[in-house]
């Protein structure tokens, strides 16, 4: 599967489990400098407003996108954040398959 139907996938499988927000996020949340914006929003919050959009304006601008090494993507977090229900499982499997795609 390819990097860019992942990430449109995920608003969809966020929506279904209940981790997908009608009510946009502020500026200052938006402005955190912690790794996943910890201190101003949680995991759902973070692909949501920074992660998802971020790759994708990457993508729109035909723009190199970020690498991990193997095991240090963002699946850990997720799994930590996420519970063992069928429906967050669901959205730990595509960010998988995103650190998958992104491996160097």
């Not at 992660?51 to 930590?80: C, N, T, W, Y």
């Amino acid at each position: 599967m390819q990097i860019g139907i992942v990430l449109q996938s995920l608003p969809q499988v966020m929506g279904t489990a209940g981790h997908w927000s009608a009510i946009g996020i502020s500026d200052e949340a938006l402005n955190s400098q912690q790794p996943f914006c910890l201190d101003t929003m949680n995991f759902s919050q973070w692909l949501q407003f920074v992660f998802i959009p971020r790759m994708q304006a990457l993508i729109d601008a035909q723009q190199v996108l970020p690498s991990f090494v193997k095991g240090q993507g963002i699946e850990p977090m997720a799994s930590q954040f996420y519970s063992n229900e069928a429906a967050d499982q669901s959205i730990i499997q595509l960010i998988r398959q995103l650190d998958d795609l992104l491996q160097n």
